[in-house]
């Protein structure tokens, strides 16, 4: 009579390999949200004119961007002149300090400046005085 003298051998299911996996799956992971982009980034691609001013600008409430072909975007967003408008007034009136409204216009270094002046001159029309430019830095490329 035997009885079980037989060491008890241990499967091997190939768990033993899957460890160094997770290991390398997280660490990729953690490096490409440490090297991903974290700023929000613009609906176009625009090269700001420079500047000589060092003060940075707050977080605007609305945000103008101006193509070198003049086209205007609020806030990402396609539109034309009347919509532009329309927007403005809308984000104004949702506001909850209206006082301290303000739009950050953001153009291409190569829009002609009468471009630019009718822009202004559309934000103005609507009513709104907080107004920023964007730039960049005199000699700074982006």
Known sequence: ??????????????????????????LML???????????SDAIKLQPPSSVSE?????????I???????LYLDNQLVDEDGLKAGLDAAFAKSETP???SVLVKVDSTL???RLQNVLKLVK???????????RRGGETS
């Open 1 to 26: 009579m035997k009885l079980c003298n037989e060491a008890v051998h241990k499967k091997n299911d190939g768990d033993d390999n899957l460890i160094p996996l997770i290991n390398v799956v997280f």
């Open 30 to 40: 953690i490096f490409f949200m440490v090297a991903g982009q974290i700023q929000k």
């Open 55 to 63: 003060i940075p600008h707050t977080d605007d409430r609305a945000t």
């Open 65 to 71: 961007l101006v193509d070198m072909s003049g086209d």
């Open 99 to 101: 006082d301290e409204f």
């Open 112 to 114: 002609p400046v009468n």
């Open 125 to 135: 029309s609507v009513g709104l005085m907080k107004v920023s430019l964007a730039t």
